[in-house]
């Protein structure tokens, strides 16, 4: 496309309003620019919706400077394509990698100013939804200095830690070098155990054994960049991230840069000196940790070793300084989960927002349209949006833009599928087995106790203590309890014919639902340390087909028929809500909005209490939906037949790339 625009300002004021880019690779996909989000040295992120015949979806695209590309074109050409390049590499699987973001697609715009043509590449990447916290780790890390006065606790740096070492471990058997990893170059979404990071901006990515880049150009961020890019010296390797990746632990666990330095020169200069800064002179180390000074001084000494002047001399893998300083972190079963000083704090923000979240501001989106082939039985959720289900003939992907089906599966039948962390999905198949799929390899992690049963639902986790219901056709549903590794002695449902729904109330007690043999509703909490059930209220519904949870408030929610059931700390209410519609999903958001949904119509409620009300209805969504994944300002709905909507509220772009 052509547009008119004034090079000095704001390019994407010049693409607003005009025709929309256009795919270089389908030319049934246009982009409509909508405002800028950032800026960096060579390109602008921008938001944009990418607009194709099966949905539309959110997007950011990086759109070079033209000032740039007036003054070197060739090298704003090597830029685009080596992040095209490594983007490319790293996402060829499916699921793929949660810890990269993921290249959609790429184009040109093109811009006339006084008479002269300016071609500007532009690529398209996933848009990443930060919620509460911010979109990129430097913001989360402020966010918590603000708000709890202390930097990242350890256990949650331990989980981010394992992502970044995971993603750099990926980008280097690709045989790429990122070169300028910092903290917002990391792109975050989710909260507490279902928090994700995602490197980004490889713009000045190579790959390896490259001689030359960029000829007498240092790029980098400094105290962040490594000596050896200063330099301009050959030794660049995978060592080069490692000294920005041991950097930015430091900055996660105190908020501040481990090199405060202004000039890539004068980061250089403090690398060659012997000392470095401690952990446990920074006032916002976290409390957890500065209680434990030999810890502070293991992590201190590997950082040191991680950042050696010399690449030579420093540690030479991001999975050997993940080894080295995981242990160090860790304080047992169930990292990741957010502070108390977390939860208190994202919680606070209910208050603020309760006004933007009234039901008439959400804006609704069909990323997909319903009425597909496919027939989804259980999905699975990322924090991202993204998703992973079980059809009626295989597993297929939601990457946030399409479908992609994984055939043939990994292992079939597939009973249930669930999310075990980032990246790993539980896959139930026949003989009571468990299966973890990472990347697109499933092997087996578990096998229940008693192998002619099925697995169909799962909650909790599996290194601490996990709840999951097994199902055979002679006998009624029994709860079996995982705990430290063994198997507790297992619970028969005596009273149900069926329990679809299960999740985790709080640290003890699980939410359990369905139909009983009377063909009535269900609902129990179950406190498997204890082995026992108590009753729940009950509703005149035929089953209570799902339920869902937010642990950390102690809440959670069942829905079925025209019915929903709300459990808290010390209540238990039922009601009846809506216009005739059986629902058949929920969710619990992480400042406590409730959701539910049927066939073409969805409800909400600010939660404790506050009002159900209609947010959403389209009778032409025939297909029920099957599940809901909600954060603060942003659900996404999957119908029976693989249809896609997506809520925003207006105030919810929280994301960039």
């Known amino acids: 496309m052509s547009v008119s625009g004034d090079l000095s300002r704001d390019v994407t004021r010049a693409l607003i309003g005009d025709a929309p880019l256009v795919s270089d690779h389908r030319s049934d996909v246009s982009y409509r620019v909508e405002r800028t989000i950032g800026r960096g040295g060579f390109a602008y992120a921008v938001l944009a919706q990418r607009v194709a015949p ?4 959110p997007v950011v695209l990086k759109i070079m400077r033209p000032e740039t590309v007036v003054m070197d074109a060739d090298m704003v050409t ?6 095209v390049v490594a983007l490319g590499r790293l996402n060829e699987r499916v699921p793929p990698t949660p810890f990269v973001v993921r290249l959609l697609d790429t184009g040109v715009a093109t811009v006339r100013d006084q008479g002269r043509s300016v071609e500007l590449p532009w690529l398209a990447i996933e848009y990443v939804h930060g919620g509460v916290e911010g979109e990129t780790l430097s913001k989360r890390v402020r966010y918590s200095l603000k708000n709890t006065r202390f930097a990242l606790d350890p256990e949650r740096v331990a989980h981010l830690l394992r992502q970044l070492v995971a993603a750099l471990s990926e980008i280097h058997a690709a045989e790429i070098i990122h070169r300028d990893l910092k903290p917002s170059n990391v792109l975050c979404c989710g909260f507490g155990s279902s928090e994700i990071a995602k490197v980004s901006d490889f713009g000045i990515a190579r790959p390896t054994g490259m001689a030359s880049t960029f000829g007498d150009i240092t790029l980098g961020s400094p105290g962040y960049i490594a000596p050896e890019q200063v330099h301009l010296r050959a ?10 990746l041991a950097s930015i632990v430091f900055f996660m666990l105190t908020g501040e840069k481990y090199f405060d330095v202004k000039s890539a020169l004068d980061g250089v200069m403090a690398a060659m000196q012997p000392e470095r800064r401690a952990l446990h002179t920074v006032l916002t180390l976290s409390p957890e940790l500065r209680e434990r000074p030999e810890a502070c001084q293991a992590i201190d000494a590997v950082l040191a070793r991680a950042t050696a002047a010399d690449p030579r001399h420093r540690i030479q893998s991001a999975s050997e300084l993940g080894a080295l300083i995981l242990p160090w972190l860790a304080s047992g079963p169930g990292s990741g989960k957010p502070s108390q000083r977390l939860v208190t704090s994202v919680l606070s923000a209910r208050t603020e927002r309760a006004a933007a979240r009234e039901p008439g501001a959400w804006s609704w989106t069909a990323r997909q349209n319903p009425g597909g082939g496919r027939v989804i039985v259980d999905v699975a959720w990322e924090s991202d949006g993204h998703c992973l289900a079980a059809t ?9 833009g399409s479908w992609t089906d ?3 599966p990994p292992l079939w039948p597939i009973h249930m599928v669930r999310r075990l962390g980032a990246g790993r999905f539980l896959l139930s198949g026949d003989g009571g087995r468990l299966h973890a799929l990472v990347a697109d390899e499933a092997s087996e992690v578990l096998v229940c106790p008693e192998d002619q049963r099925a697995i169909s639902a799962f909650s909790g986790d599996l290194d601490d203590l996990a709840v999951m219901v097994g199902v055979r056709p002679d006998a009624p549903p029994s709860l079996f309890t ?19 729904g299960l999740a985790r109330l709080d640290r003890e007690r699980w939410l359990v ?20 059930m108590e009753p729940v209220a009950s509703p005149n519904a035929p089953a209570l087909v799902c339920c869902a949870s937010q642990p950390e408030r102690g809440i959670a929610i069942a829905a079925g028929g025209r019915y929903v059931v709300r459990v808290g700390p010390n209540t238990k209410a039922e009601l009846e809500i809506g216009n005739g519609t059986h629902w058949s999903a929920c969710a619990v958001d992480v400042l406590g909005g409730e959701w539910v949904a049927g066939a073409g119509c969805i409800w909400f409620s600010a939660g404790d ?24 300002d942003r659900v996404v709905l999957v119908t029976a037949d693989g249809g896609v909507l997506e809520g925003r509220l207006p105030t919810g772009f929280g994301g960039a790339a």
């Open 609 to 632: 209490g506050a009002p159900w009300h209609q947010v959403w209805s389209d009778a032409a969504w025939a297909a029920p939906f099957v599940s809901i994944h909600a954060d603060a």
């Open 235 to 244: 030794e660049v390797g995978p060592a080069t991230d490692v000294f920005s």
């Open 482 to 500: 995982y705990c430290g590794r063994h198997w507790l002695r297992p619970l028969p449902v005596e009273a149900a014919a069926s329990v679809p």
């Open 406 to 408: 994984i055939t043939p």
């Open 392 to 400: 009626a003939q295989s597993l297929a992907f939601w990457d946030g």
């Open 54 to 57: 099966e949905g539309s979806i």
């Open 513 to 532: 639902t369905g139909r009983t043999r009377t063909g009535s509703a269900f609902a129990a909490t179950f406190h498997p340390l204890e082995w026992r």
């Open 78 to 83: 090597r830029l685009f394509k080596k992040e």
